[in-house]
Structures are given as structure tokens and as C-alpha cells.
């Protein structure tokens, strides 16, 4: 029985990614309408995606046009969208189920306690008609239309009282909590706790998200982050960049469980996935411009001061988390959530054929993988290796192993540049690792 019960929650794995933007946020990619992510969640493996973004007039209209409402509560695209875009997609992918909810995230610029805050948050929406309601209140906070991810001056917690007045189910986190300029605990103009960022509405605050250059370890550091739900999105700006980090639920997809899965952190809460946080482009100190990257230690030992231009340093989210935590950095609570770390599969076959992640061969080769293996995410997290070398991707294979043991070499990310996670330390240890990527090249 309990075997049972096990492959069903397998089969109902859910992977949900809430924190993306469309083309209407700035720099962002022209791909990113809602039939570019529709496409690319089904060759990434994403199941609920957040459509990002809905305070924006233009991509509100474009969703009411072209979404439609299930009976689980969530959004789907219109069948005969869907049916001419599944065409130009391989039948590796095609099945997977894509689902959207209305999200946004606001930048919310505001004075409190004698100092300029700058914290990003995203709202969650259960459906269209709610997500306009929040959109009129903050209409006539700011300009809507200017961005995707619109520039607000009101405080945070005002922003949490509008999400929970205008509908249970609807969803409040502090985005990328440790990020050094616009978030909840950013050392440039954040604050030092959830109480001090959201007051007597702190308790209402259930849910944060690490952010790239955090991981769940990092945040449970904090005994408050201890007590919330710690998720984890991609932030994607461009429609390839979906999952770089996401969230496992094993609750069937309707928007009532999955809301209060990650509301509640229950059973169905099942983890994240996550980028090795030193990827990001906060995790360590330093200077972009006068070449300077610090671990904390370095930083303390220069007073957090930059030797070259002689400065103040950007100081990254792991020096932050050390700030502010209340247990050391070996630290891991008893029991918590599972994290998965991946590597996203175009920056896989990148190193492996020694060439930049934006040639030509290298999405020539990850069309050739998905087509033949699958979604990305089952590619990087499910399907065994042999099953890989079965198809053909022999060094492939190898590689993925290393990468579900963290047997990799990292260069930490700083002030903006991110990080650069290796599996070979060198081209000599490349060409050594394996003759060739896969039998078709
Ligand atoms: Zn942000
Ligand atoms: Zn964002
Ligand atoms: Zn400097």
C-alpha cells in the first residue's frame, strides 16, 4: 500500500516556477508572450508558471484574451493556440501539462526608519477578475503602463494589506530576499527582519523566495525564515531562463492545494530546485569594475573597503546572511524540505563543448537532447544516466552524474557578474573527460 501511495505522489509531481516577467518589464526577451513561455515550459518540464507582469495593461488584455479557466482553478491557453503551437513541438515534450497563474512583481520604493527601502515582492492572484481589483487600487498609486514590474511608491506592507484583502487564496512573498538593492533583507536598503519590514502584518508574511545567489540552507540560518515556506523561481527574463530555480509539489494541479501547499509548507510542500547559490550574481563581495571578488572573510579583512578604488564594496548575500543569521554556516535544521541542485542544461552542454552558452551548436545540441530524452527537468533530475547513455549522449551522461552529486568546481559570482560553476577545471581535463558529446557529433 505504502508503495502505492508513493508512485502515485511521483506521478503527481508538480513543478511550479511563480516569479517570471513578459516582454512588457524591461530588459526583457521579445519571446517572452505567453505563447513563447507556453513552448518553453513544455521543453523545460514546467507544469504552473506565473504569468508575470498582470499589472500591465497590455499583457492583462492579452491574457483575458488568450487564457481560459479550468475547473482546477488555473489558466490554460486557448486549445487552438495550444494545438498549432504542440505542431512545432517534438513528441518527447508534448504531453507535458502547462499551466498559468496571474502573478506580478512590484518594486516598492518607500522611506521608513530614516532610510530609503527598495524591496521587491510578488502578488499571486487566483484568477483575472481579482488580479484587476488589486491592479485599480494600485493604479492610483503609480503608473501601471511604464513596466511589466511597475515602480511603486508605497510600503511593502501595504502592499501585503491590498493581497490580503482582495481575496484568501492570493499569495504575498518578498522576492529574492538577500539580493543587495531591492529586497527585504538587502544590505543596501533592506531591512534586519520580517518584523521590522512588515510590522504588526509580519505574521502574515508565509512565504519568501531565495533568490539565485541563496539557497534554502542559507535562509534557514535565520530562525524566522525557519518558521515561513522558502521557495525558489526563476526570475526569468527570457523565456529559455524558465526553471532556473522552481518549486516540487506533490498536490494534484488545482490552485486551491497548490496555494496552500506553499502557503502552509504542508506535506505537499516537497522543495525546490535551486541554482548552486554561488552562481548568482550577489553571492560573494567585490567590485565589477576594478575586478574584485571577496569571500566575507576577505571583506572583513579589507574593512569592506575596495583596494583598487579604495570604496565601499557590494556586499553579496552570503556576507549578508552572515549579518543577520542567528546559527552558523554549517548549520542545517533537523528536518526541512528537500533541495535539488541543478545546472541548467544549456550551460551543460556549453562546458562540454567549450563554446558560449548564445552559439549556434549549443542549442542545436539541446534540441537534439530534448527531442530525443525528454523535458529538461527530467533530463537533469529523473531519467538515469543509463537511460542518457541509451540515447546516445554518453559524456552527457557523465557529466549529469557529477552534477546530481555536486561534484563541480565553482567561481562565485560578485557586484553583478555571475557565478561560473565548472565541470572541468581546465580544456586539457575537458578533452580528457570524454572524446566526443554525443555519438551524433
Ligand atoms: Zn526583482
Ligand atoms: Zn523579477
Ligand atoms: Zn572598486
Given amino acids: 500500500m505504502v508503495v502505492i501511495l508513493r508512485r502515485i505522489k511521483y506521478f503527481m509531481e508538480l513543478i511550479v516556477d511563480l516569479h517570471i516577467h513578459s516582454h512588457h518589464s524591461r530588459a526583457t526577451s521579445k519571446n517572452s508572450n505567453i505563447e513563447g513561455l507556453y513552448y518553453w515550459a513544455k521543453i523545460k518540464g514546467i507544469n504552473v508558471l506565473g504569468t508575470g507582469d498582470f499589472t500591465h495593461p497590455a499583457w492583462f488584455a492579452e491574457m483575458k484574451e488568450k487564457l481560459v479557466m479550468t475547473d482546477e482553478g488555473l489558466y490554460k491557453l486557448k ?67 511604464a513596466d511589466g514590474r511597475p515602480i511603486l511608491g508605497m510600503d511593502s506592507k501595504h502592499l501585503l494589506q491590498i493581497t490580503l484583502d482582495s481575496h484568501p487564496d492570493s499569495l504575498f512573498f518578498p522576492a529574492h530576499i538577500w539580493t543587495p538593492w ?7 536598503s533592506g531591512f534586519n527582519s520580517i518584523k521590522q519590514a512588515f510590522e504588526d502584518l509580519a505574521p502574515e508574511i508565509k512565504v519568501i523566495e531565495t533568490g539565485l545567489s541563496s539557497d534554502p540552507y542559507m535562509n534557514w540560518r535565520l530562525d524566522e525564515l525557519q518558521k515561513v515556506t522558502v521557495i525558489s523561481n526563476s526570475d526569468a527574463h527570457s523565456p529559455q531562463k524558465l526553471g532556473r530555480e522552481a518549486n516540487i509539489l506533490a498536490c494534484k494541479p488545482i490552485y486551491k492545494e497548490i496555494i496552500k501547499a506553499i502557503k502552509t509548507n504542508n506535506d ?24 574584485i571578488s571577496f569571500s566575507p572573510e576577505e571583506t572583513k579583512k579589507h574593512k569592506g573597503i575596495c583596494p583598487v578604488c579604495h570604496k565601499p564594496l557590494t556586499v553579496g548575500v552570503d556576507y549578508r546572511v552572515g549579518e543577520i543569521a542567528d546559527h552558523p554556516e554549517s548549520y542545517k535544521p533537523a528536518k526541512h524540505k528537500k533541495v535539488e541542485y541543478i545546472i541548467p542544461l544549456v550551460e551543460i552542454i556549453a562546458q562540454m563543448l567549450g563554446k558560449n552558452v548564445q552559439t549556434k551548436p549549443v542549442w542545436a ?77
Fill in 79 to 145: 486549445d487552438e493556440i495550444t494545438k498549432e503551437i504542440d505542431k512545432t513541438l517534438p513528441q518527447s515534450v508534448r504531453n507535458n501539462l502547462i499551466r498559468f497563474v496571474p502573478t506580478v512583481e512590484i518594486s516598492n520604493i518607500y522611506s521608513k526608519g530614516g532610510a530609503v527601502r527598495k524591496l521587491h515582492n510578488v502578488v499571486v492572484a487566483p484568477n483575472l477578475e481579482i488580479a484587476a481589483k488589486i491592479n485599480s487600487k494600485l493604479d492610483r498609486i503609480g503608473n501601471l503602463k
Fill in 268 to 291: 505537499d510542500f516537497i522543495g525546490t530546485i535551486e541554482f548552486f547559490p554561488q552562481e548568482g550574481k550577489y553571492h560573494f563581495d567585490g567590485h565589477r569594475l576594478c575586478n
Fill in 182 to 188: 531591492f529586497a527585504m533583507f538587502g544590505s543596501k
Fill in 365 to 441: 545540441e539541446y534540441k537534439k537532447i530534448y527531442e530525443t530524452l525528454g523535458e529538461e527537468f527530467s533530463i537533469l533530475r529523473k531519467i538515469s544516466t543509463d537511460e542518457i547513455m541509451k540515447g546516445g549522449f554518453v559524456e552527457l551522461a557523465r557529466v549529469i552524474t557529477r552534477m546530481r552529486r555536486g561534484d563541480v568546481y565553482i567561481e562565485p559570482g560578485y557586484d553583478g557578474v555571475y557565478g561560473v560553476i565548472k565541470f572541468f577545471r581546465n580544456d586539457i581535463e575537458r578533452q580528457q573527460a570524454g572524446p566526443q558529446m554525443s555519438l551524433g557529433l
